[in-house]
Each structure stands twice: as C-alpha cells, then as structure tokens.
C-alpha cells in the first residue's frame, strides 16, 4: 500500500476503495501551493521580516503577532475566533521561515502540516473522498487546499476547455479591496496538489475554511475543524458557505490585510465542474440556482439543510471580453498584458508593502468595527472587574461575567457555569497552586466556586490585564487576582499587572505607568510601558480598586483605540 503523499507529508495517508475498480489520477504530490503559469507571486519566495523573539513564546510585542492584530492560535493550535459583529475579520500571519523562534511556537501551525491522521476513500455517489481516521477536536487544523497558484487567464483557459464530465478543483480566492480592485489568487491542484483536492462538498459541512499568510502574500487556503469531528467521518466543506463560518455562527479569523478589505469571496469549482461564491463576511450563504441553467448537478451530501444542488458560478466560464466580468479590477495572479495594469501592481505589491506598512493597513479600520471585535472575560466583582466591564461597555465591547449558582445575580452580562464545567477547572487550580503554595480546595464550596470560575475567565483569552499587588518577589500577584494570573502563566498566556503595591507615592495621572508584564525569559515581572487590549482579553484585579488603578485602565482603552 503507497503513501498518497509519497512522503511529503508528516503522516502517510492511504487509500481505501471498496467500491470499484478506479484508482486515484496520477497527481505529483505538493504539500504547499507552488507557481503555475501566469502567477507572477512565487509561493515559495521570502519577503515578510521575521521576528527575534529566541528565548520566549512570541507574545504580544512580536512583530508577527501584532501584523496578526493578536493572536490567532491558542496554545494547542486551535484558531481563536472573534465575534461576527464587525464583518471584518483579523489576519492570520504566522511565524516564516526568517523568524528566530522555535518551530514549536504557538504562531506556527498551518506550516507544520498534517498532524491528524486522514485516508482518502471511494464514496458511491461522489467519486473521490477523504475521511479523519481519528478524532479531530474544534478549530483544530485539517489540512491546506494547495495547488499550482494560477494566473486568472490560465484559471479561464483550464475551466473552459474542459467537458462538463471532467472533474475540476480551480478554486478562486477574492479579496475586494476599499478602492474597488479585486485581487485574485487561483488555485488549481488538478495536476499538482495535496489531499485537500479529494475533500468533497457539504451543504452542513464539518469543516471551514481560513485564509493564512507565512512568508509571503500569497495566501494559503487552510481547512479547520468547524466542530469536533469523529473517526471514520468524512470531511467536507461548503463549496457556497461562508470562510470562517464557524463557533455557532461567530466568524473566525479570514486575511482582509490590504487597505481595509469590505468584501472577500472565493469561488470554488468542484470535480464535477461546479463552482460556487464562498463569502469570508456573511454576505450571501446560497448560491443562485436559477442561474445555473442546465448544468446544474444534484447533490449528494445527504444533510439535512440539504439544498439539492451543488453550488455554481459561471464566471470562469464566460468570455474574458464579457461584460460580466471585471478583469481590470484583477491584481494578485495577473491577467492583463497593458502597462497600466502592471504598473498598478507594482504600485500594490511593491516590496515593502507586507514589511513596513502590513500593520498599518490592517489598524486603519474605523473604530465601531475594530471595537466590535473585542470581548472581555470577567468575573463581575466589584471594584477592578466592574469597573473592566463599565470601561468596555464605553467602547461598546461585550462583556462575558462567568459565574454560578448564587453569584452576580443582577450583572446582565452573566453566564452561568454548571457543577460539571466548574470542576473542570480543578486540575489548572492545583497546577497553579504548586507556585502559589495556598489552599485548595477550602472548606468553603463558595470559595471554591469563585477559584474554578477564574479558570473560565482565562481559559479562552489571548491576554490579561490585572490591577493588583505583585508578591516581592515579583514572580506572583497576591490575593485571589494571584489565582487568575498564575493559571494564565501555565497557559503561556501573555500578562500584564498594574502595581498599586510600587511607588505608592506617586501622583498619578494619566501617561503615568506603572504597569508590568511577566517575562517568561527571565520568569518574574518586569516594568513596561502601558500595554494595549487583545482582542479577547481578561480585564480583573482587587476589589479595593484605588483611583491611580482607575486611570491605569483608562490608559489602556485610551492607548488601544484613540492613539
């Protein structure tokens, strides 16, 4: 038996066919997109800087994480996601191949591969398939949908010479920019490509799609977990759904990284021929069927949103000249020969633009949007976490109060945990415990109520931000804040505490600082400047919360959304 990927791959992928006699086409294996004709961006070349963070997890000061506005991933490579209020999404940058940290670190996963043990199969109706052969947990990486990346005319050229009974896998990613251009990257693993090529349609899928750039802007089409998928389940994907459709319904991180992107789509062509609009921002869920005349082809995936038809879309079946399409918008696989269209991408994708000005770009979205992305995780008590939660409310951010039985009643924001979810926590308490040396559990179940509810406060956040007492020996904050920090530092989540302990003497004001942030490096607090909100963050601290720790918070929101 041969290994589909012919050792490309981490993990050797096998093929099961107990229905006929067919055997897989002759494919030459990529595990990544590489250069077909007419793409004038090489996949493969090196133009992103890359980070020197050598002797702690990339954190928030990164230059990756920050072109990534935050993190992406958690710590077992899960992508975070965030809310579907604002329609734009955060990029996905990851660690490249000139960053000096390590190949472990929590910002690379797409570029590690296969990790989850997957086998291409023989369906009945549907031709080629690929199925997990283990459990693959929520928002846990898949596998790419990679191929030769195409120039828009040879995407044309292929799609329109084929029959209606040849199979064909151009996918076409859109990204609408601010100004009206539209850039293209088409992708087309016919010939050369990886497993994502068998993956077959869904109207209810089990996965999703996310777009993710490593060394370059080429954009890597990259398949996640939309829930958790079991063995021997085949896997899918909504060839008309929406990118990033995931977390009931919130919209996981897509690439809208050049100049405020305000509409993303990708155009996806099945084996049978069939294409079909994948929305990054919930604008259009089904395609037209009316529109799809006599090609249209029934649908097999057996669902029960079931729409009866596979998707289609005819646009790289028409004429180039054809009014319908608009190929003078088209910049990042290049179709135009004129002097006009080269120049004006060079003025797109000069050299320096994913270097120098990435972040600037993405931090130029209007505030209402960028604000709507955040959340704050909270315990709702008084003093420092009320006063996080009326200082987001203020910018409009939402505040998730966890809690149980008995507690914060009255907060309106209030989620309640289970006896099951809170014990949950207990075994991310007593790890915590081993440095902070206290008691638990205690004889007080409320007690030990409010410690297992901290866990949920950090437990899906990118960052925390504490007002509280750090310990003398700058390794520990006191006080029950000491609970939430210590389970966030095993997590290797970044943190930052505002001292009220230090420099009691100071008159504070605003600009003053006096915050510090825990350095893995070197395993204690260290003084630094006023650091700015994550987009899902944990805003806590003491409950006796003096005026000085009041501005200190303001300083955040103030750094964060007005500088």
């Known amino acids: 038996m041969s290994d589909v990927c012919k050792g490309e791959e981490n993990i050797q ?18 595990p990544f997109n590489v250069a077909g004709p007419g793409c004038e961006c090489d996949p493969s070349e090196i133009t ?13 000061n990164c230059p990756c994480i920050q072109r990534s506005v935050g993190h992406s991933y958690d710590v077992n490579g899960c992508l975070l996601s965030n809310t579907q209020a604002c329609p734009i999404s955060k990029p996905i940058l990851e660690c490249n191949s000139l960053c000096q940290c390590s190949s472990s670190c929590q910002n690379r996963v797409v570029q590690n591969g296969l990790k989850f043990r997957v086998e291409v199969f023989r369906t009945e109706q549907k031709g080629w398939g690929l199925k997990a052969l283990e459990n693959i947990p929520r928002n846990q990486f898949v596998c790419e949908y990679a191929g030769e990346v195409l120039g828009y005319k040879e995407a044309h050229r292929r799609a329109s ?5 040849d199979p ?10 601010q100004n009206g251009k539209v850039l293209k990257t088409c992708v087309d693993p016919t010939y050369m490509g990886n497993i994502g ?29 939309k829930r958790e998928i079991l063995d021997e389940e085949e896997l899918s994907f909504d060839y008309a759904g929406e990118i990033g459709a995931t977390h009931d319904n919130e919209a996981t991180s897509v690439c809208n990284y050049l100049q405020n992107c305000n509409k993303n789509k990708s155009t996806y062509i099945d084996e049978n021929g069939e294409s079909g609009n994948i929305n990054m921002f919930n604008e259009t869920k089904i395609v037209d069927m009316m529109s799809m005349g006599s090609v249209s082809k029934p649908c097999y995936c057996g669902s029960d949103t079931c729409r009866g038809f596979l998707p289609f879309d005819h646009e790289l079946y028409t004429e180039l000249d054809s009014p319908t399409t608009s190929h003078a918008e088209d910049q990042n696989c290049k179709i135009d020969d004129d002097a006009d269209s080269r120049e004006s991408d060079e003025d797109l994708w000069k050299d320096e633009l994913p270097n120098d000005v990435f972040l600037q770009l993405t931090t130029q979205l209007e505030t209402k949007c960028e604000v709507a992305k955040y959340v704050n995780h909270s ?5 420092s976490d009320l006063f996080w939660q009326q200082m987001s409310g203020n910018y409009g951010i939402q505040t998730r109060v966890y809690s149980f039985k008995g507690h914060s009643p009255n907060n309106p924001s209030r989620i309640e945990l289970s006896n099951t979810e809170l014990k949950e926590a207990d075994i991310h308490l007593h790890k915590a415990n081993k440095v902070l040396h206290r008691v638990f559990p205690s004889k007080s179940s ?11 406060q950090i437990r899906d956040t990118e960052g ?16 029950g804040t000491g609970w939430t920090v210590q389970m966030a530092l095993y997590e290797q989540k970044p943190v930052h505490v505002f001292d009220c302990r230090r420099n009691k003497s100071t008159k504070v004001t605003e600009g003053t600082c006096l915050w510090h942030r825990f350095s893995f490096k070197q395993r204690k607090f260290v003084v630094t400047d006023t650091p700015t909100l994550t987009y899902s963050f944990t805003g806590i601290g003491t409950r006796d919360l003096p005026e000085r720790g009041k501005v200190a918070i303001r300083d955040v929101f103030l750094k964060t959304f007005e500088h």
């Open 464 to 479: 925390v931000f504490a007002v509280g007492k750090i310990a003398k020996n700058r390794k520990t904050v006191e006080g």
């Open 48 to 60: 992103y800087t890359g980070c020197d963070c050598q002797n702690e997890p990339c954190g928030t």
């Open 168 to 177: 064909n896998y151009i996918h076409v990613l859109k990204e609408h920019l």
């Open 197 to 225: 090529r068998y993956i077959n349609h869904c109207c209810d899928p089990n996965l999703y799609m996310a777009v993710v750039r490593i060394d370059n802007e080429v954009p890597k089409l990259a398949l996640f977990a």
């Open 161 to 165: 010479s084929q029959s209606k009974d």
């Open 446 to 456: 409320f007690v030990n109520n409010l410690l297992r509810r901290d866990w949920f």
């Open 13 to 30: 992928v096998f093929v099961e066919n107990f229905i006929d006699d067919e055997h897989l086409p002759d494919v030459k294996y990529t």
């Open 379 to 383: 315990g709702g008590a008084i003093g």
